[in-house]
């Protein structure tokens, strides 16, 4: 099992990782403590919110792909908790990295990284490493799977 909270002032989630790590939010006023044998929720309960998933069915397919490419495009070079969030989930979710999917993705990372050389776009380097890891997965996908990236260079 593993607890995952909202903290409601900073807006981080957060989650155990089953090795007791003290895990806390960004304004560190709440953190998870979780291993194989206990968990515990550090913070006041007004403070966080607990994330329960629920599960649903959904189509792999060209519909769901495009919005989670609108996800990325939307948080390419913001300042906002959804740039890691987008970038997990479809690290997670290796299989709906299709061929077009990895070609529309290291397009839209390959202009974010011109506007931002550029000077178009001012955002965190910690958002900036986030991208290149994204950009090098993408990359070890594109080689695995034989996708043909030949005009994608990396950044
Ligand atoms: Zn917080």
Redo the contacts with the bound molecule.
Sequence with gaps: MTMRIR??????IIEGDGKGTYI???????AIDETKYYWRII?NIE??EEIKDEYINIKNNYVFQDMIIGSLRYALGRRTYSSDETIDFIMEHKEIITERVCKVMLRDLKWYFEDRRNGIIIDDTCDFESWIKLQNWLFDIAKEKKYDIMSYERR
């Design positions: 903290c409601k002032h900073c807006n981080t806390t939010c960004k304004c560190k006023k709440c913070g403070d966080f």
